[in-house]
């Protein structure tokens, strides 16, 4: 898996998460690294992920088991 796989793969677990103690533990673990990773984010990378949250937020969520179930054939 290429490196922008692996954070598709992670922004999609992110974004399917409630857990709030999985979300603090990922928040540290990028405060640690010292880099604020939005910052290196592009304004259109961080309007889409602007964006969904707040598809997010409206409850317009699909699990990551959902997800995988449909794309996993091409995984």
């Known amino acids: ?4 796989e692996q ?8 974004l399917s998460t409630d857990d709030e103690q999985v979300l603090k ?4 673990v990028f405060q640690e690294e010292g880099t604020d990773f939005w910052d290196g984010m ?3 990378q961080q309007k889409i992920v602007d964006e969904s949250i707040a598809q997010a937020d409206r409850g317009e969520l ?3 088991a959902k997800a995988m179930s449909k794309y996993r054939k091409w995984l």
């Open 1 to 4: 898996m290429s490196i922008q």
């Open 7 to 14: 954070k598709v793969e992670l922004a999609r677990m992110i």
């Open 25 to 28: 533990r990922l928040r540290a």
């Open 42 to 44: 592009s304004a259109l």
């Open 62 to 64: 699909v699990t990551h």
